[in-house]
């Protein structure tokens, strides 16, 4: 599964782990991203892969608003 997400285009970011002594390793922050199913106004059923700052904001503004933007954005659903 891709952990990039559908409403925000949050995907994993790279950086350096730093111990209590300083060295240094590679490491990844990986976003929270889960597959949901959400029924539009109109019965049919979208499933997309959102992390949590995208489930608040489908929360907000609705899911058929979101839906909207992604389409106008050119994503396939």
Known sequence: ???ICDVTGA???FGNAVSHSHRRTR?????NVQRR???LA???TVRL???TTGLKIIDRDG??????RLRA???RL
Do not use: Q
């Open 11 to 13: 995907k994993p970011s």
């Open 73 to 75: 954005r050119g994503v």
């Open 1 to 3: 599964m891709s952990s």
């Open 63 to 68: 899911i058929d608003s979101v839906v909207a």
């Open 27 to 31: 490491r990844r922050w990986i976003p």
């Open 49 to 51: 892969t959102v992390s």
């Open 37 to 39: 199913r959400f029924r």
């Open 42 to 44: 109109d019965g049919t």
